[in-house]
């Protein structure tokens, strides 16, 4: 009969690994996963085997493969053509609106900004934008202001950089770039043309 310590520890093992495995967004090597939990390559090994075992049965839609490497989660393959219609069928994410745009280019350009700071840019409340871009992890805190009242600081996040298709904050055009295009592209809008 086995200790019931050590299958508690399994069992905590197993959800480690099950957790670390499905958050990471590529293939976990078991001496990375050793090393990070404190095991042996070999215990981790047993435990993938075990969890393997485990998604590869019919109430799951999710298989533990090993993948250059590294273990990782994959879609079973038949329900591939399931998923890509409900894929398809779901609505996209709503836009952001123009406040929301505006809010976003504003943290990314003078980050870390409080929302004070924003407002007085803005020349108008948006403590609900900022609400919504925290929702969509657009933004997130970026520690207190030394400032007296030491208000909360906002900065992009990884999110932004996806959402707006850029490799780095390096690639956002500089501020005299802005100026010139908005110039050039009123003086094409009829409405503002003289």
Same mark, same amino acid.
């Given at each position: 009969m086995s200790d019931p310590a050590e299958a508690l520890s399994d069992a905590r093992l197993l959800a480690l690994l099950e957790a670390a495995i499905f958050v990471s967004p590529g293939p976990l090597a078991p001496a990375q996963l050793a090393r990070?939990?404190?095991?042996?390559? %070999?215990? #981790?090994? @047993?435990?993938?085997d075990t969890l393997a075992a485990e998604f590869a049965k019919p109430q799951h839609g999710l298989l533990?493969?090993?993948?250059a490497g590294g273990y990782q989660f994959i879609t079973k393959p038949?329900?591939?053509?399931?998923?890509?219609?409900?894929?398809?069928?779901?609505?996209?994410?709503?836009p952001?609106?123009?406040a929301a745009m505006e809010t976003a280019a504003i943290i990314a350009y003078k980050q870390p900004i409080t929302a %004070?700071? #924003?407002? @007085?840019?803005?020349?108008?409340?948006?403590?609900?934008?900022?609400?919504?871009?925290?929702?969509?992890k657009i933004i997130a805190p970026a520690g207190r202001a030394r400032t007296r009242g030491h208000a909360m600081q906002y900065k992009t996040t990884r999110r932004f950089l996806i959402e707006f298709g850029l490799e780095s904050?390096?690639?956002l055009p500089s501020l005299e770039e802005l100026r010139q295009r908005e110039s050039f592209l009123m003086d094409l809008d009829p409405l503002t043309a003289k």
């Open positions: 990070a939990m404190g095991e042996t390559s %070999a215990r #981790i090994a @047993a435990l993938a533990l493969r090993t993948v038949e329900h591939n053509q399931e998923l890509r219609e409900l894929v398809e069928n779901l609505p996209p994410p709503p952001l609106s123009r %004070a700071e #924003i407002e @007085a840019i803005r020349g108008v409340r948006n403590r609900e934008t900022l609400r919504t871009l925290l929702k969509c904050l390096e690639e």
